[in-house]
């Protein structure tokens, strides 16, 4: 069955250090994954996606099948950087639905 | 383009009262989902269409009724609502899979209902 899973349901981390949100995922195949956000009182919008291997308000992400992870990571962190973080997966070129992780609040510290 | 819209933006119902939620998008996406949100569970789906006329059940599907009857619109309807059915409900939609490496779903703004 697939399977996203976020340890942690907030994340508290000071304006600078660097910030590590997990995520691991129960899938058999070849998934697709993806990292959503969500700001106060918005949509929840594309982050990232595995596949294009691209660094988005210096945010990256990379897949490792041999850990079934996908943890965002980001060196310095940001005030703005507060916000829900989904994980999410599609199962393959055929399957025409994601699933999202229960989220992580991060709560950038001043 | 006015992408995701979702009407109402809030909404007060009493437990057993009735109604529907209206998704709407101008791009032309074949695939349209909703979703609820709630704390500590994240996003669920609800029910989704992979075309005008198709419907298919999500993870959470009981208590709730779609209809995809236009290509630009996803309907979720509430029989008799209850107080579980407190959330946040939100659309998205997206292009069809096709080997579409661009894949992503974009969301509407999302509609927040309370029942009492």
């Known amino acids: 069955a697939q399977r996203v899973t976020q340890p942690e349901k907030l994340l508290s981390v000071f304006k600078g250090a660097p910030v590590e949100l997990k995520c691991n995922y129960s899938?058999?195949?070849?998934?697709?994954l993806f990292w959503y956000v969500q700001y106060s009182r918005q949509r929840l919008q594309l982050l990232l996606r595995?596949?294009s291997r691209e660094s988005i308000k210096g945010f990256t992400a990379d897949l490792n099948k041999g850990e079934t992870s996908f943890h965002l990571k980001k060196p310095f962190a940001q005030e703005e950087d507060s916000a829900m973080y989904y994980c999410?997966?599609?199962?393959?070129?055929?399957?025409?639905?994601?699933?999202f992780g229960k989220g992580t609040r991060l709560h950038i510290l001043p | 383009n006015a992408g995701v819209t979702q009407t109402p933006k809030f909404r007060v119902l009493k437990t057993g009262q009735s109604m529907t939620l209206l998704c709407a998008q101008d791009m032309n996406h074949e695939y349209m989902y909703w979703y609820r949100q709630d704390p500590g569970m994240g996003l669920r789906l609800i029910h989704y269409?992979?075309?005008?006329?198709?419907?298919a059940k999500g993870e959470v599907p009981d208590g709730y009724n779609v209809s995809r009857l236009k290509k630009q619109n996803f309907l979720l309807g509430l029989e008799s609502a209850a107080p579980s059915q407190t959330s946040v409900y939100f659309c998205a939609s997206s292009y069809s899979l096709a080997g579409n490496r661009g894949w992503e779903q974009f969301f509407g703004p999302g509609t927040r209902l309370t029942v009492l």
């Open positions: 999410a997966l599609r199962g393959g070129d055929r399957d025409d639905k994601i699933i």
């Open positions: 269409s992979v075309g005008e006329g198709t419907t």
């Open positions: 899938y058999s195949g070849s998934p697709e």
């Open positions: 595995h596949i």
